[in-house]
C-alpha cells in the first residue's frame, strides 16, 4: 500500500506517525501527480475531457482531499501564467485574491456541493498578480455507477470594461443548440448535467450506440471540439 491507496483522509491513514503526520494525505497525492509528471499518464480519462479543447480547462477528482487538480490543458498553463507542477495537485482556489468576489466564490462551492454545473465571472489572478474577469464553468462528471468522478473546469478571460463576450458567447450558443434536433437536444441535457452515455441510454430508453451517434451529431453540429467544450456550451446557453 502506498500514498495512492490513502487518500480518503488524513486521519484514516494508517501510515499517520507524529513524526509523518500527514503521509498520505493531500501531500501526498500532491506529490505523486508531480512525481508522475505526466499528467496524460496519471488519469487518461480526466485527459481526454479537455485535451482537446481550446479553451483553458481542468478536471479536478473530489475524491482526494480538498478535490485537487488532476489534470490542465496547455490554454489553462498559458492563461494563468502557472506551469503543470504548480497546478497539479493544488485546489483550484489558488486563482482567488483579495478582490474575488465572495459571493461568487459561494456561487461556485454551492455548485460544487450540490453537484451542479455553474457558470460565474469572478475576479481571478495570474501567477504574476495581474486581475482578471473569468468566465468560468464547473460541472460535474459522474461515472458509470452515477457516482461522482470529476469536476471540469473552463476559464476564459474577459476584457474588462469591453462589451462582454459572454453576451455574444450566450448568444452563439443558443444559436446553435436550435441546429440541434430534439433527441440530440435532450442527450445534450444530460451530457450537461454530467451523466455518461450508459445513463443517458438507460434515461431515455435508447441503445448506447444509439446514444453515441445523437451526441457525436451533436457535437459536430455546436462545433464543439471535447465533451468539455459541449458541456460549456450547453451552460453558457442555460440548458
Ligand atoms: C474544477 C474546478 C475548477 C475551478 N475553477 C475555479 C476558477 O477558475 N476560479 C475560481 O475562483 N474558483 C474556481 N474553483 C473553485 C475553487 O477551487 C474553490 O472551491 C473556491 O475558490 C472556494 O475556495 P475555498 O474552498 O477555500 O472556500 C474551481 C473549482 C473546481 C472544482
Request: glycine share 6%; charged share 25%; proline share 5%.
Given at each position: 500500500?502506498?500514498?495512492?491507496?490513502?487518500?480518503?483522509?488524513?486521519?484514516d491513514?494508517?501510515?499517520?506517525?507524529?513524526?509523518?503526520?500527514?503521509?498520505?494525505?493531500?501531500?501526498?497525492?500532491?506529490?505523486?501527480?508531480?512525481e508522475?509528471?505526466?499528467?496524460?499518464?496519471?488519469?487518461?480519462?480526466?485527459?481526454?475531457?479537455?485535451c482537446?479543447?481550446?479553451?483553458?480547462?481542468?478536471?479536478?477528482?473530489?475524491?482526494?482531499?480538498?478535490?485537487?487538480?488532476?489534470?490542465?490543458?496547455?490554454?489553462?498553463?498559458?492563461?494563468?501564467?502557472?506551469?503543470?507542477?504548480?497546478?497539479?495537485?493544488?485546489?483550484?482556489?489558488?486563482?482567488?485574491?483579495?478582490?474575488?468576489?465572495?459571493w461568487?466564490?459561494?456561487?461556485?462551492?454551492?455548485g460544487?456541493?450540490?453537484?451542479?454545473?455553474?457558470?460565474?465571472?469572478?475576479?481571478?489572478?495570474?501567477?504574476?498578480g495581474?486581475?482578471?474577469?473569468n468566465?468560468?464553468?464547473v460541472?460535474?462528471v459522474f461515472?458509470?455507477?452515477?457516482?461522482l468522478?470529476y469536476?471540469?473546469?473552463?476559464?476564459i478571460?474577459?476584457?474588462?470594461?469591453?462589451?462582454?463576450?459572454?453576451?455574444?458567447?450566450?448568444?452563439?450558443?443558443?444559436?446553435?443548440?436550435?441546429?440541434?434536433?430534439?433527441r440530440?437536444?435532450?442527450?445534450?441535457?444530460?451530457?450537461?448535467?454530467?451523466l455518461?452515455n450508459?445513463?443517458?441510454a438507460?434515461?431515455?430508453?435508447?441503445?448506447?450506440?444509439?446514444?453515441?451517434?445523437?451526441?457525436g451529431?451533436?457535437?459536430?453540429?455546436?462545433?464543439?471540439?471535447s465533451?468539455?467544450?459541449?458541456?460549456?456550451?450547453?451552460?453558457?446557453?442555460?440548458?
Amino acid at each position: 500500500m502506498d500514498g495512492r491507496d490513502c487518500v480518503k483522509s488524513a486521519t484514516d491513514c494508517p501510515h499517520a506517525s507524529a513524526q509523518r503526520p500527514l503521509p498520505c494525505a493531500q501531500e501526498a497525492a500532491r506529490q505523486r501527480f508531480v512525481e508522475h509528471g505526466d499528467i496524460y499518464t496519471a488519469d487518461p480519462e480526466a485527459r481526454d475531457l479537455i485535451c482537446h479543447s481550446p479553451i483553458a480547462s481542468v478536471v479536478s477528482n473530489p475524491r482526494l482531499p480538498d478535490n485537487p487538480l488532476i489534470a490542465c490543458n496547455q490554454s489553462f498553463i498559458d492563461l494563468t501564467g502557472y506551469s503543470e507542477e504548480e497546478i497539479i495537485g493544488r485546489n483550484c482556489r489558488f486563482l482567488s485574491g483579495p478582490g474575488t468576489e465572495p459571493w461568487l466564490t459561494e456561487a461556485i462551492r454551492e455548485g460544487v456541493r450540490e453537484q451542479k454545473a455553474v457558470l460565474v465571472e469572478i475576479l481571478n489572478y495570474k501567477k504574476d498578480g495581474t486581475p482578471f474577469r473569468n468566465a468560468v464553468v464547473v460541472a460535474p462528471v459522474f461515472d458509470d455507477d452515477g457516482e461522482l468522478a470529476y469536476f471540469h473546469g473552463s476559464q476564459i478571460e474577459l476584457e474588462e470594461g469591453a462589451e462582454s463576450p459572454m453576451v455574444t458567447r450566450r448568444a452563439r450558443a443558443a444559436e446553435k443548440l436550435k441546429d440541434l434536433s430534439k433527441r440530440q437536444f435532450e442527450v445534450l441535457q444530460m451530457v450537461a448535467a454530467g451523466l455518461r452515455n450508459k445513463q443517458i441510454a438507460y434515461e431515455l430508453g435508447l441503445s448506447e450506440k444509439t446514444v453515441k451517434m445523437h451526441r457525436g451529431l451533436a457535437m459536430e453540429k455546436l462545433g464543439a471540439q471535447s465533451s468539455a467544450d459541449m458541456i460549456r456550451l450547453a451552460v453558457e446557453a442555460g440548458v
